[in-house]
């Protein structure tokens, strides 16, 4: 007995706000077309063949936002930016980068040779090992 008026209790609280929703906007169907006119998540492109700008270029920073992350014309991934940006944009994106996507950032420059150390070593069979260790 205990479960079914725990499943039932967890449940009202959804309920109570989606009937609510529902109520405000007539109907589920009014809601979905409200859903669908909602403006999407701006979409912009940040390359890194250079290192991080130091001049950056004009960035969506008043709301969510994605970043499209490319190395040398290949994508590396996308940040995620879920609010408005209120720190010095450059700083912001480098924090963001390390956070978000940083094993596949570190990936990048080493197959591409840009890391101080990637001289030293070579693909092999599908793992990196050190020149010469064979």
Do not use: C
């Not at 039932?8 to 309920?15: I, M, N």
């Not at 403006?39 to 008043?62: K, T």
């Amino acid at each position: 007995m205990r479960r079914l008026w725990r499943r039932w209790f967890d449940h009202l609280p959804g309920y109570a706000y989606w009937r609510g929703v529902r109520d405000t906007m007539g109907s589920w169907e009014a809601l979905q077309a409200y859903q669908r006119k909602t403006p999407m998540v701006p979409e912009q492109h940040l390359d890194l063949s250079d290192g991080l700008p130091a001049v950056m270029p004009p960035f969506w920073i008043d709301g969510p936002s994605r970043v499209i992350v490319t190395y040398h014309g290949q994508q590396i991934g996308t940040l995620i930016l879920e609010t408005a940006i209120e720190a010095p944009l450059r700083e912001y994106l480098a924090v963001q980068l390390t956070e978000q996507l940083g094993p596949q950032l570190w990936l990048a420059l080493s197959h591409n040779w840009s890391l101080p150390w990637s001289s030293y070593l070579q693909r092999n069979q599908g793992t990196i090992q050190p020149v010469g260790s064979e």
